[in-house]
Each structure stands twice: as C-alpha cells, then as structure tokens.
C-alpha cells in the first residue's frame, strides 16, 4: 500500500528510495493523478539543477568559463536527459546525483570541518537514500576529500554515511 510505513525503507528495485517516495505521496496528495506534468516537472527541475552543479564543479577544477558554460548547456540536451526527463521515475537517479554534487561542493573547501561539511553530510544523506548512485557518490567525496582536505574530513564525510548505508541494506535485506 502506497501508505505503509515500511514501504519507505524497503528497498525498491534494489534501491534505498525514500525521498523519491515522499516526494511521489506529497504530489499525489497535492495533485493527485490528473495531470503527469507535476512528476516530470521534479525531474525536468532536477536535471537543469545538475547542469548548473557540473558547470559549477567545471570552473572548481580550472575550466574555464566559456567552455564549463558550454558543456554544462549541452549535458543541458544531451547525456541523459533526451529520455530522462521523460520519465518521471527518474526523479530518484537525479536526486541522487544533484544531492550527492552538493555534497561534493560543500565537501571542497579549505580549513577546519565547519557547517558547509555538516551541510554536505545531510546532501550526502539524501542521495544515498534515493538511489543506488547515493553510495557511489558518497565514496567520490571521500576521494576529493583525501586529496584536497586530508584523511578526517574524508572520514567525516563517509564514515557515518556508509556506516548508515550498511545497516539500512542489512537490515532491509535480512528478509530475504
């Protein structure tokens, strides 16, 4: 039943999927099934926030501005989108994926872990349960984090989230 309680950390495909599922209940309750453009607006939302991300994530690395501009406008059309943002359902891989860049912005500065880690620890939280990308992502900020910060913030940022990963796939996989 679409109102279960369990349902929101059951896996879904394999996938931990709770936000997309509360995000599914908060537009049906608000829109019902009339109309199929609330799910793909999320979607559409979604993908043009992750263009905007990788642009952002470009001119981190050096790019510059032109061309971060001009990639960022293509993966706009191109890359995943020509289907993606037809389907609605894809509201959980570009959640994940826009969470989990945050998370990797606000993981890459310099200094002591401040509220900009706390902040990028509830993005990274929120991607690895929305998808199965969530865990890959999580481990690519710990990567950026040894090399630009250091061995404890690479730690503070994937310690408690594997930590949290592991028990919600034990647990959610012990029935089976």
């Known amino acids: 039943s679409i ?3 369990a349902m929101l950390v059951r896996p879904l495909n394999g996938h931990w999927s709770t ?4 995000v599914y209940r908060a537009l049906y309750n608000v829109f019902g099934l009339h109309s ?50 037809l389907m609605g359902v894809q509201i959980s891989q570009a959640g994940s994926v826009v969470l989990g860049l945050t998370h990797l912005i606000l993981a890459d500065h310099d200094g002591p872990i ?5 902040l990028g620890l509830v993005c990274g939280l ?10 890959l992502l999580v481990a690519t900020v710990g990567l950026a984090a040894i090399f630009r910060r250091g ?3 690479a730690l503070f940022h994937t310690l408690a989230l594997a930590t949290v990963y592991v028990v919600w796939w034990t647990l959610s996989h012990s029935d089976s």
């Open 3 to 5: 109102t279960d309680p």
């Open 19 to 22: 936000l997309p599922i509360l």
């Open 36 to 85: 199929y453009l609330p799910f793909q607006l999320c979607v559409i939302l979604l993908h043009l926030t992750l263009c905007c991300l990788l642009r952002a994530i470009m001119r981190r690395a050096g790019v510059g501005p032109w061309i971060a501009t001009i990639c960022a406008a293509t993966f706009v059309i191109f890359g995943p989108a020509e289907e993606n943002i």
């Open 114 to 118: 401040d509220r900009r880690d706390w």
């Open 126 to 135: 929120g991607s690895i349960m929305s998808s199965g990308f969530g865990p």
């Open 151 to 153: 061995w404890r913030p």
